[in-house]
């Protein structure tokens, strides 16, 4: 009988460390240390976020500006200018609740690495009534501000890397509620905050269930991307073997909802 309790508590913690192998900052080189020591010379007195002071952070710099300090501190500047204009420190701090019921975006899932994965059910996203009310960039390109700060900050808390993933359900898709003419900015406007202001800040970004009208966006938003970014951005169609085979090279199936992949309540072949 002991042997059994044992053997079973034994297989526990195998399967917890197999789960739970937390993701780690980078590991730099001699000179990519060097580096990021003379960028942080030039810039961490006007750091004002705990994550923007860490090594992991800086060197998304130089990697984004091939590691030209010079380079890297001047983009760096052009992103505190516009942290200090937006305020963009205390965004995840602001009041998104009427936005947060019509917009969802779930910040409580990891990946086994102990990441945020940040999911958007975006059928429920009605990107065409803000658009009309001329909004889409106002209220919805600052609530996608507000993922990407949110996101950043509680990555680095949980792992010392301000690198998250973002998995999104694109079922349901409309060019009347998503891809109007007035909806294109937000995608647009998603992109260009990104690489300007959260560079290489992205793990992987999976888009399921997406139909083929949604192409000419992934199109769209890709030819504003580096090469980085697109690399890690992928968009699966409703093929739910395919896209389960990618997702879950990183996430729990039991983590993450039905309509992403998961097994989540997977007996009602949705998620609440």
Same mark, same amino acid.
């Given at each position: ?5 044992? +053997? +079973? ?7 917890? =460390? ?61 992103? $505190? ?13 602001? %009041?998104?609740?009427?936005? %947060?019921?019509?917009?969802?975006? %779930?910040?409580?899932?990891?990946? +086994? ?30 609530? $996608? ?40 900015? $937000? ?8 690489? $300007? ?29 580096? =090469?980085? +970014?697109? %690399? ?41």
């Amino acid at each position: 009988m002991e042997f059994i309790v044992h +053997t +079973t508590f034994v297989i526990l913690i195998l399967i917890c =460390q197999r789960r739970v192998s937390a993701a780690k900052p980078p590991v730099l080189s001699a000179k990519e240390q060097t580096l990021v020591n003379e960028l942080k010379a030039l810039v961490t007195n006007r750091l004002t976020v705990e994550y923007m002071k860490s090594d992991a952070y800086l060197i998304k710099w130089l990697k984004a500006k091939k590691f030209d300090v010079n380079e890297a501190k001047e983009a760096l500047d052009k992103t $505190l200018v516009w942290r200090k204009e937006t305020g963009a420190d205390n965004l995840p701090y602001e %009041d998104f609740s009427k936005l %947060d019921k019509g917009y969802p975006i %779930d910040f409580t899932v990891r990946d +086994t690495s102990g990441r945020p994965v940040i999911l958007i059910p975006f059928n429920d996203w009605n990107v065409r009534r803000k658009a009309l009310e001329g909004k889409v960039v106002s209220e919805l390109g600052r609530w $996608l501000d507000f993922m990407e700060e949110n996101a950043a900050q509680l990555a680095y808390n949980l792992t010392g890397d301000s690198t998250s993933m973002l998995l999104a359900d694109l079922n349901g898709f409309s060019l009347t509620k998503h891809g109007c003419v007035g909806c294109i900015p $937000l995608y647009l406007n998603f992109v260009r905050h990104h690489e $300007l202001h959260y560079p290489y800040s992205l793990y992987k970004f999976y888009g399921v269930n997406a139909p083929a009208i949604f192409q000419p966006i992934v199109r769209l938003m890709k030819s504003l991307m580096t =090469q980085s +970014t697109r %690399d890690a951005f992928h968009v699966f169609g409703h093929d739910r073997e395919e896209f389960r085979n990618s997702v879950l090279e990183t996430i729990a199936p039991e983590n993450i909802p039905y309509r992403y992949g998961g097994t989540k309540n997977a007996k009602l072949g949705k998620d609440k």
